[in-house]
T-cell receptor, first 111, second 115 residues
Framework: DAKTTQPTSMDCAEGRAANLPCNHS???????VYWYRQIHSQGPQYIIH???NNETNEMASLIITEDRKSSTLILPHATLRDTAVYYC????????????FGKGTHLIIQP | GAVVSQHPSRVICKSGTSVKIECRSL??????MFWYRQFPKQSLMLMAT?????????EQGVEKDKFLINHASLTLSTLTVTSAHPEDSSFYIC???????????FGPGTRLTVT
């Protein structure tokens, strides 16, 4: 799987949009970008994934650059419950393999 | 969404004993289940891949004789930590998928403490 680079930590004010960047400059053509998050002492939670088009669901939006070398996860209205470690993972779409987690970004939502 | 449960959520055992952790997919059939381990302040590390009806595939550095995995049905996989030692103390998390799936569904994790 291609490697990703994320900032170690970020702060965001409650109610604001949280924008979490991820660099994946060595991503292959068949690899998707996945985002998971892990709230302290819980199992990870799937957020969203995409290939090259921007994606939106009830949790977040995913913006992927045209060259696919980077992406941004957007939480439109962050709440205190969004405080978590966010992992950006690239892997072949629909793959049946386990996930390789990097260090992720520790997002702290400030009241 | 799909739900994966783990039991127990916490366990404390004495050094040298064995501990079994169960992972269940509650509302779907999981052809593949994965086991991860997470040490404090570290990221999740994949330990093994468990396929129903076949032997588990272990990641490099994970001892298959120490971490026994059984995937006897499409809804249950078990991880047994044999002859546990304090260095096995960790957060163990399972996930389940339905064949080629875009999403993996994670359990809530099991905190193992070996004294």
């Amino acid at each position: 799987d291609a490697k990703t680079t994320q900032p170690t930590s970020m702060d965001c004010a409650e109610g604001r949009a949280a924008n979490l960047p991820c660099n994946h400059s060595t991503i292959s053509g068949n690899e998707y970008v996945y985002w998971y998050r892990q709230i302290h002492s819980q199992g990870p939670q799937y957020i969203i994934h995409g290939l090259k088009n921007n994606e939106t669901n009830e949790m977040a939006s995913l913006i992927i650059t045209e060259d696919r070398k980077s992406s941004t996860l957007i939480l439109p209205h962050a709440t205190l419950r969004d405080t978590a470690v966010y992992y950006c993972i690239v892997r072949p779409g629909g793959g049946a393999d386990g996930l390789t987690f990097g260090k992720g970004t520790h997002l702290i939502i400030q009241p | 969404g799909a739900v994966v449960s783990q039991h127990p959520s916490r366990v404390i055992c004495k050094s040298g004993t064995s501990v079994k952790i169960e992972c269940r997919s509650l509302d779907f059939q999981a052809t593949t289940m994965f086991w991860y381990r997470q040490f404090p302040k570290q990221s999740l590390m994949l330990m093994a891949t468990s396929n129903e009806g076949s032997k588990a595939t272990y990641e490099q550095g994970v001892e298959k004789d120490k971490f026994l995995i059984n995937h006897a049905s499409l809804t249950l996989s078990t991880l047994t930590v044999t002859s546990a030692h304090p260095e096995d103390s960790s957060f163990y998390i399972c996930s389940a998928g339905q064949g080629r799936t875009y999403e993996q569904y994670f359990g809530p994790g099991t905190r193992l403490t070996v004294t």
